[in-house]
């Protein structure tokens, strides 16, 4: 089956820093990956996704690059602020099931 | 956009007792739900996929008698945890899939807390 890996499981920026979120899966037949934002008991919130058909997707300050061929994608966090402090995690789905593999998710902490 | 309710938001029973999780979709037909354990600061472990009108299809390693899924409307999936014993405890958290051949998005339910004393 799918396996995604998450780096780096935490993560520590001062305030208008941008921060850089890392994955990697293993079925190359994925071809969805979301990233969702999850605040301490609460669920996880969608913040953007790319499908294996597009390269870079970008909306306003956070943006997803794919690496079809090595198997990653990064979120990229820019200008951050405090409110961006949440578990983040990556996922990977087939088309043929939609079923998503979470990364082991990675704690962002912006400083003020 | 797209919205899962859960209910309860908490539970505390007693070893040995049945709880039962409703996951509803509020605003739109779900025939696919995914049912998800989290442990304290862990990654979603998904459990199960729940299909309308079917048997839930389950993730290796889940009884399936222990955990039982039902999703007998196009709104509403229950995931049932029976003979419930403390290592039950856990944040269950259902997800629903907005349909459409070309739709992935997956809107997730606020969770539930259960505690099994």
């Known amino acids: 089956g799918e396996n995604v890996e998450q780096h780096p499981s935490t993560l520590s920026v001062q305030e208008g820093d941008s921060a850089v979120i890392k994955c990697t899966y293993s079925?190359?037949?994925?071809?969805?990956f979301p990233w969702y934002k999850q605040e301490l008991g609460k669920r996880p919130q969608l913040i953007i996704d790319?499908?294996?058909?597009?390269g870079e997707k970008k909306d306003q300050r956070i943006a997803v690059t794919l690496n079809k061929t090595a198997k990653h994608f990064s979120l990229h966090i820019t200008e951050t602020q405090p409110e961006d402090s949440a578990v983040y995690f990556c996922?990977?789905?087939?088309?043929?099931?939609?079923?998503?593999?979470f990364g082991k998710g990675t704690l962002l902490t912006v400083n003020p | 956009g797209a919205v899962v309710s859960q209910h309860p938001s908490r539970v505390i029973c007693k070893s040995g007792t049945s709880v039962k999780i409703e996951c509803r979709s509020l605003d739109f037909q779900a025939t696919t739900m995914f049912w998800y354990r989290q442990f304290p600061k862990k990654s979603l472990m998904l459990m199960a996929t729940s299909n309308e009108g079917s048997k839930a299809t389950y993730e290796q390693g889940v009884e399936k008698d222990k955990f039982l899924i039902n999703h007998a409307s196009l709104t509403l999936s229950t995931l049932t945890v029976t003979s419930a014993h403390p290592e039950d405890s856990s944040f269950y958290i259902c997800?629903?899939?907005?349909?459409?051949?070309?739709?992935?998005?997956?809107?997730f339910g606020p969770g539930t807390r259960l505690t099994v004393t």
């Open positions: 996922a990977a789905s087939l088309s043929s099931n939609y079923k998503l593999t």
């Open positions: 079925d190359s037949a994925s071809n969805y």
């Open positions: 997800s629903a899939r907005v349909p459409g051949l070309s739709t992935y998005e997956q809107y």
């Open positions: 790319i499908r294996s058909n597009v």
